[in-house]
Each structure stands twice: as structure tokens, then as C-alpha cells.
């Protein structure tokens, strides 16, 4: 299904002279004085914006949620203070009540509420009439139709001051991320609507401070007009998300290494799908050898079996049962028979040497 989406210029909401812009501030508004110095600190390297959780979807119960509308009056008052703008996640229409009752500038959909087009509606709905600036997170899911739907949806209601972020995606298999970016999905969104502004979160992709400059980095070299990066003042005591914030100093370093192509590289699509494949064949083959541990395991468990009952290491029978069988179920998982043939002798081979030893060993 295409759809367009009627998307206000992204100047006439953010100050683009600053190219990248940048969002910086705490995973959570903890206290006053955190959420102030850490603005102080940001605005005094030109950050102009903050962000600060104040209601934070927590994975389990039982750990810090947020100071809700407590927080909200901090900012408010860091706000005339400081001059400084701020981003503040929604949830549901209590949380848009509240926020625009506080004059926050720019609101956030996280990647847990995307995923729910329910929500969305309600949030949609509640800010029907106003035109304040919302940036959509992806779901935590990889799918590109829940991310669209859900800036259609807001769309739909008559905001136009909308973009997007990309925070990573949740996949069952272990990255070095803490959310594969799969770059791809991000780029189709791009592709779909090429004046919908698309906001980088490295913090929540990496999961730790030490890769935030290269994905920050990438996300530049495709084109990407800003950047969402948590920061605190002490972050290693910070609430949440402790390990992937970066205090202010550290945050003024990175931004200055940040270089800034002129023009984006035409093959960079090519780069990043290819990029993308590696990545999952990185993590194929980390199963794959998940998998010859188990096996070798197994393997040690046999030889002790086998010493207990006097048995041989080798057993012509089992050699050939074991041909057998692999044949046929790679035959049915289309992969060549051969193939398969040459790879169980080395298995088997290794798996004999591997039992002689035990053996050898007692
Ligand atoms: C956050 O920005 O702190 C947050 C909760 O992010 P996400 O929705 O991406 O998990
Ligand atoms: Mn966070």
C-alpha cells in the first residue's frame, strides 16, 4: 500500500543551521539537579535540545519508571533558565496532556508503544489540533509497515512536524548491538518518503558508550539528519541505561570527530544492505558453532559411555547410519549431498579423535 505523508519542511521546527542537528540528555529526568547541570553542560557545548525520560517503559516491574509530571515541572523550569528546548517521550494520551500542559517542545513515541497501533490511534487523537513537533521511534519489532502506520496515523490527525527515529530492532539472535540496527528498513523508510527527517539513536542501538561514534558516523554517511544521543553528568550512576550514556565532554568530542560528507556516496545503499548480510551471517555462523560445541559435548559424553562399557571408538555401523541419515536431510533441505558428505567425514573424524583422547587420557 503507498501512501504519502504531508510533512512540514523540518526547518520550520528545528534549527537545521547545525548540521548534524543533535538531541542530547538523560535516559531519565532523575532528579533537579541532575537533569540541570547535565542541560547546563550540553547547552554550553551547543546542544539545543535535551531530552529527558520522564515516564520510562521498563522490560520488568520493580525498577525506577519515571518521575512523571514531577520531572515535568523541573523542566519547565530548566527551561526558562537555561533557554533550551526539550524532547520528552509519550505513551498514551495522559502523558500528551501533561506535556503539552508544560510546554515541551518536541515529543517522542518510543519503540515499545510504535509497535501498538491502539496506542498510537489514542495518541494521535489527543493531539488532534496542535502542531507540535513528534518524532516516531521504530517498533521494537523489524517491521517497516507498524513504523509507517504509526506516522500515518499521526499524520492523519494534521501533524506535520513529524519524523522519525532509528533506534534498532530486537532480534532473537545475539549481535555485538544491543539492537541490530538493520539499516535497511530504515533506508526503505527513507526511500518511501524522502522529506521525512530521519533521526539516528545510536545509545539505544549500541547499548554501550564505546560504538556510539562509528554508528553515529554511518548514520551520517547515509544521510541522516540528526542524531539522538543519551547523556548525563555522572553516567555510570545513572537510573537506567547506565552504560550507554556519555557524559556532555565526552559527547562534545564525539560530535567534533563526526564528519560531514557533502554528498551522499551513491553505492552507500549497496554498502549497508551488504553490511546488513554480513551481519547475519556473523550471527548464522555464531549458532553455527554454538551448535559443534553442543555436538562436542555430546561427543565427550559418548566416550565416557563407551569407556564405562568397553566399547570401541570407532563403529562401522554408526559410521554409516550417520551417512545416511545427513544425506537425506540435507536432500530435503536443498543443499548439496556432497557437500554435506565431505563435511560429516571431517565431524565424524574429529569427533573419533576427540573420543581416543578421553580415552587415551584414563
Ligand atoms: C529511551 O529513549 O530512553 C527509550 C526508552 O527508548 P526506546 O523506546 O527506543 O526503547
Ligand atoms: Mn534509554
Redesign the pocket.
Known sequence: MSTNLNIASINTWINTDKKPFIISGP??AESYDQLYVTSKELKSIGIEII?A?VW??RTRPGTFEGNGEKALKWIKKIKNELDVKFAV?VANPNHVKLCLHYGIDIL???????VNPFSIQEIAESLQGSDIPILV??P?NPDLSLWIGALERLNKVGLKKIGA?H??FSTPDKTKYR?APMWKIAIDLKSSFPNLPIVC?P??ICGNREMIYDISQKALDLGYEGL?I?SHIDPENAW??AKQQVTPISLKEIISNLKIKKKIEKNQNHKILLEDLRESIDSVDKDLIGVLEKRFNLVKKIAEFKENQDLTVFQVKRWNEIFESRKKWSTKKNLDTSFIEELYKLIHIASIKSQTEILNKK
Open positions: 535516559c531519565s531530552r525520560g520510562k517503559p517521550e517522542w513515541i518510543g519503540a515499545r508503544t510504535t521511534k521504530n521494537i527515529i533506534r534498532g539492537y539513536d545509545s539505544h539522538i543519551e537506567s541505561d
